[in-house]
């Protein structure tokens, strides 16, 4: 008895259905971003080792996912370099390439390849799968999509008011109410650690902060004590546990608390000049708050830090993030090239939306309307009038073969299709609504009317 196929761990396969839902998500991601000014660019699934390696920390580069070498893999290793078995060694020779683990690597790659052909500012989007070796979980697969937004070439901080504009305008379309953008910044994360006197402690206290909400006060402290970050320090950043109010009443609780940071001082009137111009500007349904715990992707980010958590309603993780990177393409020998971005995480969205029943009922119907097929002559009129409809962009078809009515009505009825022709007499159609029962006879004018 043969095997039942199945599929690796954290992948999915998408039915129709899925697709049409997925399809309507990235078709109003894709409309925003080409109204805000973003030009679509596309790269390769996969990338040398080495422009991906190093690019995301010990923990990232753990879950890039290598490929091994075209054919004989280990011609490049010797029979004592594999009895020490030193992985790390191994893995160079034997895989050249991986794949993306995220798009914003890969896109400074291209940037810095394409230098001499791109106008900058560039705005670029891009919308492909992804893949990370994580442990696969609800929200978190092995493969995905991300679908990005950033703008190299220019350090105005307009694009970080512009981002959050853009972020606000597809979540508004989509019909997300309660969709929180929060927002930090890496200088004022750098600040708190300089005046606490833990600046060569940064990303260890970061990640610890960023925890807050996961572990709680105590579990921060804790971590932050195993991590070297004395007590004195931690009686320094006890204001962050319970930093409360309005953005505007936040930014001056850091004023006083980085009065002595100069890096501090920067962040903050780089977040007050965002924040000020994106309330003034007005936001359609999204929410935007200031959070200091906020510490993603500190390996590249340098300014502004960006993450959107889903409605309250929802137990979600978030569903999207970005910032802004002074020099990510200085890693590949192009520098002063300041870049800021942000990502939709597709997957994620889609099950909020998915819960929420936000989805409009129009998004997964397919075909419009089906003629029943009673022999090749009647189906060669059918054909013709499904032509018709075609050119005039109605979704027709024909049932293929010449079977019983009632298994033909079965699968309109299976299929979700609204409509159907039972039979054609000269130029009127006997036309069948498959929800209600009603049963009409019309000609092809009356019939595009019912059908558009």
Known sequence: MATKPSIPKGTRDFSPIEVS???????????????????????????????????????????????????????????????TINYKQLTGKISEKALRYDLTVPFARYVVQHQNEIEFPFKRYQIQPVWRADRPQKGRFREFFQCDADVV??????????L??????????????????????????SGIAEVIGASDKLIDFTVALDKLD???EDGVKKEMLEKGISEKALLKVQPLFNFTGTIQEKIEKLSTLLSASEEGKKGIEELRFICENVTKLGLHKAILDLDV??????????????????????????????????DLTGIFGLKNM??????????????????????????????????????????????????????????????????????????????????????IAGDLFTLKDIVSGAQTQVNFTELLQKLG
């Open 21 to 83: 839902k997925r399809n309507y998500i990235i078709s109003i991601m894709r409309n925003h971003f080409e109204k805000y000014g973003y030009q679509p660019i596309e790269t390769p699934s996969f990338e040398n080792s080495d422009t991906l390696m190093g690019k995301y920390g010990e923990e990232g580069d753990r879950l890039i996912f290598k490929i091994l070498n075209s054919g004989d893999y280990l011609d490049k290793v010797s029979s004592e370099e594999l009895q």
């Open 293 to 326: 715990t906020l510490a993603r992707g500190l390996n590249y980010y340098t300014g502004a830090i960006f993450e959107v958590s889903a409605p309250k309603e929802v137990a979600m993780g978030s569903i999207g993030g970005g910032g802004r990177y002074d």
């Open 214 to 216: 996961k572990i709680g």
């Open 164 to 189: 959050v504009q853009l972020y606000d305008a597809v979540f508004a379309e989509l019909g997300l109410n309660g969709v929180t953008i929060k927002i930090n910044n890496r200088k004022i994360l």
């Open 338 to 423: 300041s870049g800021v971005g942000i990502s939709f995480g597709l997957d994620r969205i889609y099950l909020v939306l998915e819960e929420l029943n936000l989805f409009p009922h129009t998004v997964t119907t397919s075909t419009k309307v089906m003629f029943l097929n009673f022999g090749d002559a009647q189906a060669f009129g059918a054909m013709q009038a499904i032509q018709k409809l075609r050119n005039q962009n109605i979704k027709a078809e024909l049932y293929p073969d010449a079977a019983k009515m009632d298994k033909q009505f079965k699968h309109a009825e299976k299929r979700g299709i609204p409509f159907v022709v039972k039979e």
């Open 153 to 162: 070439g220019s350090t105005s901080l307009w694009q970080e008011v512009e």
